[in-house]
């Protein structure tokens, strides 16, 4: 399964940017985002299972919508209120284990993005 994120750029606090992940296959198992800045630890930010049952981080609860296209190959994050803290690489994952979107949220995932970069700032 090849992913390929796309939508990253700069932005100023408040604004919005949405992500895409195309997947090289149709994928019946859970996708999600996580996102990584230097010197900061990896952070699940949000997943949908392949029922589109969805699951947040505290701090994209509100601000971030996770959904998937009917086709299963294409996984959204739109991201809105953007915040300085939100700077990061953000990498799309799929992983093909995890029942239930929390878990896939919480997981490693099985196959990764290259990462797009998402810069907040005035």
């Known amino acids: 399964v090849q992913l390929v994120e796309s939508g990253g750029g700069s932005v100023q606090p408040g604004g919005s940017l949405r992500l895409s992940c195309s997947a090289s296959v149709a994928s019946f198992y859970c996708m999600g985002w996580y996102r990584q800045s230097p010197g900061k630890e990896r952070e699940a930010v949000a997943a949908i299972d392949d029922v589109g049952s969805t699951s947040y981080a505290n701090f994209a609860k509100g601000r971030f919508t996770i959904s998937r296209d009917n086709s299963k190959t294409t996984v959204y994050l739109q991201m809105n209120s953007l915040e300085p803290e939100d700077t990061a690489i953000y990498y799309c994952?799929?992983?093909?284990?995890?029942?239930?979107?929390?878990?896939?949220?919480?997981?490693?995932?099985?196959?990764w993005g290259q990462g797009t970069q998402v810069t907040v700032s005035s």
């Open positions: 994952k799929v992983d093909v284990a995890a029942v239930g979107s929390i878990r896939c949220r919480l997981s490693r995932g099985n196959y």
